[in-house]
């Protein structure tokens, strides 16, 4: 059974810094990986999209890697602002394409201004 | 264009009662998946539709089930509620099966006392 763990689970930093979340997971058949933020007793929105066969994929400050054959993904917040603070989750789909998420425990975001 | 839609927003409900839960998925969109999300066991995934059909279940008992109606309108029910059941409840739609991003309605939160 696949499963997802993310590193660390809560994150403080200051205004401005740069930041790496972490995410691995136990089964490389996977057909894409998809991260999300969840602001507290909310939905989840869609941050970054990466099919199996890309390596990386940006959006404005957020930059998101995979390495599938190591099982390891990678979201990357540049200049990190109060208004990202929130619940990053990570999630893969299983090689079928089926739509069922495989997500994450999630990292707790702070940025202190 | 809209997003998902959940109706209600909020329940709370007694344990031994059942429960429907409506989702309206993204205009177009004909994939719409469940899941619930607790404090312990975080977003589990419960079953995906697709064109009225089911396509997949999660690791839930009978008590979980659902469908999906002609315009892609899906609902969930759940029977004999118990405390456990206490959660959000999120859907997700996307184009296809599992090669768009999905996405996220803001849930309905149950409560079972």
């Known amino acids: 059974k696949q499963e997802v763990t993310q590193i660390p689970a809560a994150l403080s930093v200051p205004e401005g810094e740069n930041l790496v979340l972490n995410c691995s997971f136990t089964d490389s058949a996977i057909y894409n990986l998809q991260w999300f933020r969840q602001d507290p007793g909310k939905g989840l929105t869609s941050l970054l999209l990466?099919?199996?066969?890309?390596r990386e994929q940006t959006s404005g400050r957020l930059n998101a890697s995979l390495d599938k054959s190591s099982g390891r993904s990678t979201l990357y917040i540049a200049a990190s602002q109060p208004g990202d603070s929130a619940t990053y989750l990570c999630a893969v789909s299983p090689q079928t394409g089926a739509n069922n998420l495989f997500f994450g425990t999630g990292t707790r975001l702070t940025v202190i201004p | 264009k809209a997003g998902v839609t959940q109706t209600p927003r909020y329940l709370i409900k007694t344990r031994g009662q059942q429960v429907t839960l409506s989702c309206s998925p993204i205009s177009g969109h004909r994939s719409v998946s469940w899941y619930q999300q607790t404090p312990g066991q975080g977003l589990q995934f419960l079953f995906e539709y697709f064109s009225e059909t089911q396509r997949n279940k999660g690791n839930f008992p009978g008590r979980f089930s659902g469908r999906q109606f002609s315009n892609s309108r899906s609902e969930m029910n759940v029977s004999t509620l118990e405390l456990g059941d206490s959660a959000l409840y999120l859907c997700?739609?996307?184009?296809?099966?599992?090669?768009?991003?999905?996405?996220f309605g803001p849930g309905t939160r149950l409560l079972v006392l």
């Open positions: 990466i099919q199996s066969s890309q």
């Open positions: 997700a739609s996307s184009l296809v099966l599992g090669r768009e991003t999905q996405y």
